[in-house]
């Protein structure tokens, strides 16, 4: 892990081969600590998943230049329209001309067309994008677990599932990484603050995330995960259907 920035304890991990979690832990006032990651995949078109908030662009876009030179990001991605998903998106069309927003068709058109500065790269749902290397595959996952835009990338050389507010875990100096229970403390937070839709479709959304046989869950909030993300993703299903 390297540290980035000392004051905010801004720091990059490498989670896959070519993909790196960014991560800056804050404390919130009455519910302690959390935190915001963002996922870079390092390729011949450089794809950033989640900008953060536009607060935390200074921080974002300096862990960003560690790995890479922040002009060549050719993609900035992200899984619904939310300020930690995409708060600074046009910060960073700014710092990087050759990018543009990609998103689902639906968030291209019910937001992301107006509110970007260039106009989006819009995905289908199961729609496959060549980064170079890596490839990612666009997943529409609708009010899951919230926001009629929601979707998910998985990165398919690492079998990554960029997962975004699935599997949220509260807590500011987590591991960048686990193979422990992330269920448990998931679940717990949901329950304390719940931002489920709970839609009566979430069973057959997981299951078919869950068939794409992730190795690896690429999580917005709290570490990233390594081990059968099939089981995991199905576990969840179960929780949110009991």
Same mark, same amino acid.
């Given at each position: 892990m390297?540290i980035?920035?000392?004051?905010?304890?801004?720091?990059?991990? /490498?989670i896959?081969?070519?993909?790196?979690?960014?991560n800056t832990?804050? @404390?919130?006032?009455?519910?302690?600590?959390?935190?915001?990651?963002?996922?870079?995949?390092?390729?011949?078109?450089?794809?950033?998943?989640?900008?953060?908030?536009?607060k935390?662009?200074?921080?974002v876009?300096?862990?960003?230049g560690?790995?890479?030179? @922040?002009?060549?990001?050719?993609?900035?991605?992200?899984?619904?329209v939310?300020?930690?998903?995409?708060?600074?998106l046009?910060?960073w069309?700014?710092?990087?001309?050759?990018?543009?927003?990609l998103?689902?068709?639906?968030?291209a058109? @019910?937001? @992301?067309?107006?509110?970007?500065?260039?106009?989006?790269?819009?995905l289908?749902?199961?729609e496959?994008l060549?980064?170079?290397?890596?490839?990612?595959?666009?997943?529409?996952?609708?009010h899951?677990?919230h926001?009629?835009d929601?979707?998910?990338?998985?990165? /398919?050389?690492?079998?990554?599932?960029?997962?975004?507010?699935l599997?949220?875990?509260?807590?500011?100096?987590?591991p960048?990484?686990?193979?422990?229970?992330?269920l448990?403390?998931?679940?717990?937070?949901?329950? /304390?603050?719940?931002?489920?839709?709970?839609?009566?479709?979430?069973?057959?959304?997981l299951?078919?995330?869950?068939s794409?046989?992730?190795?690896?869950?690429?999580?917005?909030?709290?570490?990233?995960w390594?081990g059968?993300?099939?089981?995991?993703?199905?576990?969840?299903?179960? /929780?949110?259907?009991?």
């Open positions: 390297t980035t920035n000392k004051q905010s304890g801004t720091n990059v991990h /490498e896959a081969d070519g993909i790196y979690r960014i832990p804050i @404390v919130i006032e009455g519910a302690g600590g959390f935190s915001f990651n963002q996922f870079l995949i390092m390729d011949d078109e450089p794809l950033l998943f989640h900008t953060g908030p536009r935390l662009f200074p921080l876009r300096e862990a960003v560690a790995v890479l030179p @922040v002009e060549s990001l050719r993609y900035i991605a992200f899984s619904h939310e300020a930690d998903e995409c708060g600074s046009n910060e069309l700014a710092v990087s001309p050759q990018s543009v927003p998103c689902g068709a639906v968030a058109m @019910v937001s @992301v067309s107006d509110l970007a500065d260039r106009a989006p790269r819009a289908a749902d199961g496959r060549s980064l170079g290397k890596h490839s990612v595959r666009w997943f529409d996952t609708p899951l677990p926001a009629w929601c979707g998910f990338l998985t990165e /398919e050389l690492t079998s990554t599932l960029l997962c975004g507010d599997f949220t875990q509260k807590g500011a100096d987590l960048p990484i686990t193979e422990s229970d992330i448990g403390p998931s679940e717990a937070f949901r329950h /304390e603050m719940d931002y489920f839709s709970h839609t009566k479709n979430a069973r057959a959304m299951e078919r995330l869950a794409t046989n992730p190795s690896t869950l690429a999580c917005m909030h709290g570490s990233a390594r059968d993300g099939a089981k995991l993703l199905r576990a969840l299903a179960d /929780e949110l259907s009991a």
